[in-house]
Structure formats: C-alpha cells, structure tokens
C-alpha cells in the first residue's frame, strides 16, 4: 500500500492533524493507499512557504530560459516514469490504460509546450504624445492557489502547473481527495528537477477544508480551480475576499449535433466517443445528442447496438473500453439520475442499470446508458450527470438545432457532424460554446485555448491564452526628456 505525503516548503509531511484517508481503486474497491489529510495549519504552512519564495526567493527573478530548464526537467522524467504513471492513474482514477497512457504523454508534452512559449517576446511598446517611451510587459502575479478535479488527475494538474511556474509564480496546489496518487509522483518529480523550496506546495484533503482555506487565503493573488459549477460559485465568493484573480473551467451539458448528410458510421462512432469516453466523466461530454429527425430510429438503433457491445471494466484490463466510475458517491449520483429520467418520463434505450457479477460487484459500474423521448426542460436534459449517460434530442431544421443546442445554462463544448462545410460553419459559430468541433469529438491541443461561455467557466487554460492567466500586465510610461512637468508656477 502506497504512503501519501503532503510536500510543503521542499519538504514532505503530515498533515498537522496527523488525519488519514484511504484511497481506493474504483474498479474493486481495494484500498490502494492512504494519503495524509490537511487541514487549514496545512495550507497556511503552504501559503507562507510560497509567498516567501515569491516574495524573497530567486524563482520569479530567473529568466524565462532558466525557468523553461526546470520544466523540460520534469517532461523528461514523466517521459522515463510514462508507465509507472500510467498503471498508477489507473489504479487510482478507474480509466483504461490506453486513456491514461495518453494522459502521461500529454502531460509531458504540456511541460515541454510552456517551456517553448516563455522565451518568446511578452511585451509591447507604443508611440505617445509628450516625448514618453510607453511600453506594457508581463509579470507573474505571486502565489497561485490550484486546485484540480479526480477525472484527469495527472493531465489538469500539469495544464495548471506548467503555465503557473512557466510564468514565474508560487503554488500551493490541491489535488482531488480522491486521486491523489499520481500528484505525488508529480511532485516528487518536480523535487528531482531542483525547483527551490517554496515554489511548488501540494496540500491533499477535502475540498470544503483544504480548497476553501486556499480560496479565503488573502496571501493567495489567485486562484485556477476545474470542477462543477456550484463548487466554483462558492470559490468566487471566498476569493472575493482579497478579490483575487479568479479562472475557473466549470460544467457542462454539451450538445453534439447530426445533420441527416454526416457521415452515418462517422457520427456514430464519434457520438459514442463523446459520451462514453472517461465514462462520461469529462466535462466536455457530449452528453446531448441532437439527431435530424429524419434519421432519429435508424442512429438510435446504430448507436444503441454499438453501445451494448462496449467493453466494460477494470482499467488495468487491455479489453477494458470504458472503465468504472470514480467513487461510490458518483456511482450513486448517476443511479439517481437514471431514475429521474425514468420518473420524467423518458425511455432508455440501452443500459439504465449498474453492472453486477463477478467482475463487477466491488466496483462502481454503470452500463452505457442512452435516453430518448426527451424534453427540453427534462433535469437529465439541463443538468450535468457526469457519466455515462446520453440524452437524444431531435430538430427538424437548421434553426431548431442550434435553438436546442443553445437551450442550457452551460457553454462548455459542442459539435457538429455534416458534409455541408457552409453549413457546419454557421452552426458552429452560432453555438454558444468555447471548445467547439466539427465531424469529430473530444480532440483537445496544448496549443489552443480551453474555454467555456456562460456557467461553465471564467478564463482560460492552454495555448497562449493559459499562460496571460498566470500573468499580471503592468503599463511603464518612460519621460525621454527627463526635465520637470512645469504644471505648477510655483
């Protein structure tokens, strides 16, 4: 079993109140290793390791190309440790081997993304009246408070690390109380590049505990959390304390749009992804399907039949295609909310139950599940139910898809699958989503934003745009002449 320290100050500890937790493996419920639970002495410990780093240390002093040194480190050693992460993100998350072998490599690949962009010019200079030099530069804004979610432990917490400390800031960072297994190998990873004591924090514990003290903390300058949209409401107005910076990636209920012309096999095969990928706990999920009406019964049957024949179970096994859910607390939300569909009165057309039998008994599966007979205003329809669980919709028009597509609070993700290019491009633009694709589903780039309109989310993450998050912009108007202003007659 796995002993799971907290790293504070370069230096790895208990939690104060010497608390335990066990973490388990989804897909059997055994006890994979305890981890030290924090508490609020935790996290101001950690603030204050950090704030001195930022504050007095040499890290927000190096240059870009010192700081870049530091992260190709780290990409290279999660490179040489790519399995060993791998099985653990498994064993930990519930995924198959294959999603978190993409998860390590993408991570590396993040480091080693950042490390290009900061030595690129950040900065800008203007032409002004009065004989003034005016110029704008880029500053890391001190210490940043992250916070990440269970359903891609390792990915999320290097899309906010490598940006943060590629900026030039100071983390205190909480990974999910229930995946913390591959933060810490993280972590131990960013001790073996020689990152000075300070500038990289990690916290374990509950949310309500840990990630709210880090959010009230008025020696945090911001704080980037990814999760569902009532925890970061509840961020917002902790952070509102010090009116630190704030980016949060939020939920969604992303709607995937068949024209009648798609490529039928295509559509379905990418319908089927979108969903039931990660076990539909991806916030980007495709979770509405919103089918023409003209093919509705020949894609539903199509999709159902594919649907009944994906393999489900454990991670670690290579048939696995979709594998358990995270916790028995998520196993029991998506139960639930199966049957409020059932009670509104949708029909389910494949799965709607949780799997049993020997393979399945200790761990937290669910069939792959599919609603027709929907309504608009329907809770499996507007609300996030983060499994693996789709709700078809059909439109008659162009104007009744995107009117669908756009009926919900969120504005994550969405797509669109057709051969007309004219028509997919005014559907697209006109959904209101920041993370958006056509004839295809979930593709997702270290060189592109990661962005959500309306409540699902504030900010950005990756690309160029990842990085101005973890940046402050300071203005400097320089007097060429030198000599005084003459304002006063006196």
Not at 48 to 55: I, K, L, M, Y
Not at 140 to 148: E, R
Not at 297 to 323: L, Q, S, W, Y
Request: aromatic share 8%; with cysteine.
């Amino acid at each position: 079993m796995l002993e799971l320290s907290m790293y504070i100050d370069g230096e790895w500890r208990q939690g104060s109140g010497n608390g335990k937790r066990e973490i388990i493996n989804p897909a059997n419920g055994e006890v994979i290793a305890q981890a030290a639970e924090g508490n609020v002495s935790d996290v101001r410990a950690a603030v204050q390791a950090a704030r001195e780093a930022f504050d007095r240390g040499p890290w927000p002093g190096l240059s870009a190309e010192e700081r870049a040194g530091y992260l190709l480190k780290a990409a290279a050693k999660i490179d040489e440790r790519h399995d060993e992460l791998a099985a653990l993100e498994t064993l930990d998350n519930g995924k198959p081997l294959r999603e978190a072998g993409y998860d390590v490599s993408d991570a590396a690949a993040c480091f080693r993304y950042y490390a290009g962009l900061i030595p690129a010019p950040h900065g800008e200079t203007y032409t002004v009246p009065d004989n003034m030099q005016a110029m704008v530069i880029r500053e890391p804004i001190g210490v940043c408070g992250l916070i990440v979610p269970w359903n891609y432990p390792l990915l999320m917490s290097v899309w906010k690390i490598a940006p943060a400390l590629a900026a030039g800031n100071a983390i205190v960072y909480k990974p999910s109380e229930l995946t913390p297994v591959t933060a810490t190998k993280l972590f131990e990873i960013l001790e073996e590049t020689g990152l000075p004591k300070g500038v990289a924090n990690m916290v374990m514990g509950a949310g309500e505990t840990v990630g709210n003290e880090i959010a009230v903390s008025h020696g945090v300058d911001m704080i980037s959390f990814t999760g569902g949209t009532d925890t970061g409401r509840r961020i917002m107005k902790a952070a509102s304390g010090n009116m630190k910076k704030i980016s949060l990636e939020l939920g969604g209920k992303s709607p995937n749009i068949i024209f009648a012309d798609a490529d039928f096999e295509s559509a379905v095969d990418y319908a089927l992804f979108g969903i039931y990928a990660g076990a539909g706990q991806i916030c980007s999920a495709g979770s509405r399907i919103l089918v023409e009406e003209s093919i509705k019964d020949a894609f539903v049957a199509r999709f159902t039949e594919r649907a009944n024949k994906i393999r489900v179970g454990a991670g670690g096994d290579p048939e696995t295609e979709m594998g358990p859910l995270v916790s028995q607390e998520q196993l029991d939300k998506v139960l639930r909310y199966i049957e409020i569909g059932k009670a509104e009165g949708a029909e389910i057309a494949c799965g709607g139950f949780r799997l049993t039998g020997r393979d399945y008994d200790n761990g937290f599966f669910v069939a792959p599940t599919a609603f027709i007979d929907t309504e608009p205003g329907m809770r499996i329809v507007q609300e996030e139910i983060f499994g693996p669980v789709a709700v078809f919709q059909t439109f008659r028009d162009e104007t009744e898809a995107v009117r669908l597509a756009n009926e919900t609070k969120y504005g994550l993700a969405g797509a669109v699958f057709t051969k007309d290019a004219a028509r997919a491009m005014r559907v697209i633009k006109k959904v209101r989503a920041g993370i958006t694709w056509v004839n295809t589903y979930h593709g997702t780039y270290n060189e592109a934003p990661w962005h959500g309109y309306k409540q699902s989310g504030i900010g950005s993450s990756l690309g160029t745009y990842g990085l101005d998050e973890f940046l402050e912009t300071k203005q400097i108007n320089f007097n060429l002449d030198g000599g005084p202003s003459g304002w006063f007659s006196g």
